[in-house]
């Protein structure tokens, strides 16, 4: 099965510092599943590194006050279509970010502050029906046997 996963868990220099979040279990995932990679910040415009950005209110915002939401919304878009192209059935993303968290991001005050909400892309992803999951989740399900079904 193809599985999108957010490109900075693979190790692509594509977070908002410049920096990535590689996850080394992703070579056993990587054994029995297509891994297609996908930053919808970079697929709706914005530069590497940037300005770190929350959500607050609806909007995404960056700290120093900017709207970035339409370049958010471009990408999550770009993201869906990249899944539905590739026929993804499931998708791996970086936890608490504006764009791929799922279930808590940061709350908008840039104080670390997490509050419940989606990412905008999470929420599309979930919301065309694929299967979304966190990289806190990946270790529990390569060991379960859930993970043959992803």
């Known amino acids: ?3 999108l996963v957010s490109a900075c868990l693979m190790g692509f220099c594509c977070r908002y510092d410049g ?6 279990c992703l070579d056993a995932l990587g054994e029995r599943h297509v891994l297609i990679p996908v930053c ?8 590497t590194p940037r300005p770190p950005s ?3 209110d609806g909007r ?25 192209a590739c026929g993804c059935g499931c998708a791996l993303l970086k936890e608490r970010s504006p764009s791929c968290g ?26 065309r029906g694929l ?10 399900l390569l060991a379960s046997r859930e993970e043959k079904s992803i």
């Open 19 to 24: 920096g990535v979040r590689r996850l080394s």
């Open 131 to 140: 299967r979304v999951i966190g990289e806190s989740q990946v270790e529990e």
């Open 40 to 47: 919808p910040e970079v697929m709706g415009g914005l530069p």
């Open 60 to 84: 995404v915002i960056t700290r120093d006050g900017r709207d970035v939401t339409q370049a958010f919304l471009r990408g999550a878009q770009e993201a869906a279509r990249l899944a539905q």
């Open 102 to 127: 799922l279930g808590q991001v940061y709350d908008g005050t840039f104080t670390g502050t997490l509050t419940d909400g989606d990412g905008l892309c999470a929420r599309l992803l979930v919301g």
């Open 54 to 56: 929350e959500i607050r």
């Open 1 to 3: 099965m193809n599985v």
